[in-house]
């Protein structure tokens, strides 16, 4: 893509890297205020390479972004994978295994010679939607947003005016290791019945294939519910909507957000939006539910619009 809006360069700008697996991708917006972007583009990430690889190629996307703007910025909004663990400098829980254990931010500083701040991908996803995506169009007078990722993990994020809060462990929103049912099974995280483990994808698919010995993708397993064709199917679109519910009242219980956005693939599917909500409220701590729930805008934009607000300034 390169660059886009020549001479709209200048120090308001937001400078946001989402570090993923299989590519680094960097944006430039205008400004917090007026977040249109002026710059996008990518490099391979080539994990295999090891971590020492992966900070060259950031340094080669930030060498380009630098290109094109025409100066450095101060600092740098990072999207990561894993977590930057607060109390011990390094990174956890990255399914990029190279960069666990690693003092990334530190190196990136030394590396690029800028302030990083960075937030894993979740609460890019949740600070994003919030300051440019669907909060900000239907609700812009949030000020406590919960965004999740049901997808292939489960992940979530907390946005409090304008703010993704990363806690004092780097695990503030991770509700999908909250303990949901036994019926889940071990997980990798060490522990059993995480909610990942129950209403991921990966959890729907092995449910049914338990159950049929088939082994489908989602999508047609969402299908054959849909056209009440498959009891199965149906059983495990049933199961899902009762955990959802089960889990997600949890969250409301003790954040209680101005809105909840649901991301990934499994927060595609319709059935969420309405018996979905239904199951919420049957488990929620109230005689209504007033929460809205609502799909994301901003696609798989997401995660590097989200990093570029790291920088911005609270609104
Ligand atoms: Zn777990």
């Not at 462990?169 to 909610?195: M, R, T």
Request: aromatic content about 8%; glycine content about 14%; overall charge negative.
């Amino acid at each position: 893509m390169g660059k886009q809006n020549e001479g709209a360069f200048d120090k308001n700008n937001l400078w946001g890297v989402d570090l993923g697996g299989t590519k680094i991708e960097g944006v430039i917006l205008k400004s917090a205020q007026d977040p249109q972007v002026l710059y996008r583009d990518r490099v391979p990430t080539e994990a295999d390479q090891g971590y020492e690889h992966i900070l060259g190629q950031v340094k080669k996307l930030i060498d380009m972004m630098e290109e094109a703007a025409g100066y450095r910025s101060e600092s740098i909004g990072f999207a990561t994978p894993g977590t930057l663990d607060p109390k011990r400098g390094v990174m956890k829980n990255c399914n990029t295994v190279a960069m666990n254990g690693k003092p990334m931010k530190k190196d990136l500083e030394k590396i690029l010679g800028v302030k990083v701040e960075m937030a894993n991908d979740a609460d890019c996803f949740a600070l994003a939607e919030t300051r440019f995506g669907i909060v900000k169009e239907l609700y812009p007078d949030a000020r406590v947003v919960f965004g999740v990722i049901m997808g292939t993990g489960v992940g979530g994020g907390i946005v409090i005016d304008g703010r993704a809060i990363v806690g004092l462990q780097g695990i503030a929103g991770e509700w999908g290791h909250n303990f949901l049912d036994e019926s889940g099974g071990p997980c990798y995280c060490g522990k059993s019945g995480c909610v990942e483990n129950v209403i991921s994808g990966p959890a729907l698919q092995k449910y049914y294939f338990k159950e049929t010995g088939n082994n489908k993708p989602l999508k047609d397993i969402v299908a054959l519910a849909e056209s009440k064709v498959d009891p199965t199917a149906q059983k495990t679109m049933l199961r899902l909507i009762e955990f959802f519910g089960k889990a997600l009242s949890v969250i409301i219980n003790i954040l209680d957000p101005d809105v909840i956005v649901i991301g990934g693939g499994v927060g595609n599917i319709d059935l969420l939006y309405d018996r979905g909500v239904d199951s919420v409220k049957k488990y929620v701590f109230n005689d209504r539910l007033d929460t809205p729930i609502v799909r994301p805008s901003l696609g798989d934009s997401a995660g590097v619009f989200g990093a570029a607000f790291l920088v911005a300034d609270p609104h």
